[in-house]
């Protein structure tokens, strides 16, 4: 079974200094992982996602996330922090399924506060 | 370019009466997801349609059923509510995915469910 934990449940930065949101996974299969980002009062947004290419990935806003298969982490990075940032991030695995579908397993998610 | 629309935003709903939430997608997506958010507890899966025609139990079922109603459309029945279904509710939607290929989840912009 797939799971994935979120290190820190609230992390707080200055602004322009670097993010890190920790992020375990666990899965028996070939794992696609997603961060996603909840603005308050707002819906889900995809920030990025890591399907088996390149173990670096960049996604919208500056974020990146890398793939480490040997630590089962996939960590997401900004290297400087801006006041629009604050929110909550969730970090995502989903399996592919015998069937061609899967289902996406969330995180308990990591607010993210960003100080002035 | 609507992408995922849910309805209602907002509700409040007396102990033990019914409703439906309603969903629909317009991006051609087979795959359709009903989510649950309680703070401290992330987004947690409660039913999901891979195609047209099939739905299937996700993490926290009991108390709602789905109706896939067409590749659009896929609603949320609460029959008779409870306190303890106060949540915010996700509908999303994908592409079928094969071998862990696949886009990432769209997310509507939820609806905040108070039962008293």
């Known amino acids: 079974a797939q799971s994935v934990t979120q290190l820190d449940s609230h992390v707080s930065v200055s602004e322009g200094t670097p993010v890190l949101l920790r992020c375990n996974y666990s899965s028996s299969y070939s794992p696609s992982l997603f961060w996603y980002v909840q603005h308050p009062n707002k819906g889900l947004q995809l920030l990025l996602k890591y399907t088996s290419a390149a173990t670096l990935v960049k996604g919208i806003n500056g974020f990146e996330a890398e793939f480490k298969k040997s630590e089962t982490s996939f960590h997401l990075t900004k290297p400087s922090a801006h006041m629009s940032d604050a929110a909550e991030y969730f970090c995502?695995?989903?399996?592919?399924?015998?069937?061609?579908?899967?289902?996406?397993?969330f995180g308990t998610g990591t607010r993210l506060k960003v100080l002035a | 370019n609507a992408g995922v629309t849910q309805t209602p935003k907002f509700q409040v709903l007396k102990t033990g009466q019914s409703m439906t939430l309603q969903c629909a997608q317009d991006m051609n997506h087979n795959s359709m997801y009903w989510y649950r958010q309680d703070p401290g507890m992330g987004l947690r899966l409660i039913y999901y349609?891979?195609?047209?025609?099939?739905?299937d139990k996700g993490e926290v079922p009991n108390g709602y059923n789905v109706s896939r109603l067409n590749k659009r459309e896929f609603s949320l029945r609460l029959e008779s509510a409870a306190p303890s279904q106060t949540s915010v509710y996700f509908c999303?939607?994908?592409?079928?995915?094969?071998?862990?290929?696949?886009?990432?989840?769209?997310f509507g912009q939820g609806t905040r469910l108070t039962v008293v």
């Open positions: 999303a939607s994908s592409e079928a995915e094969y071998r862990g290929i696949g886009a990432g989840a769209f």
């Open positions: 349609s891979a195609s047209e025609g099939t739905t």
């Open positions: 995502v695995v989903s399996d592919g399924g015998t069937s061609g579908t899967y289902k996406y397993i």
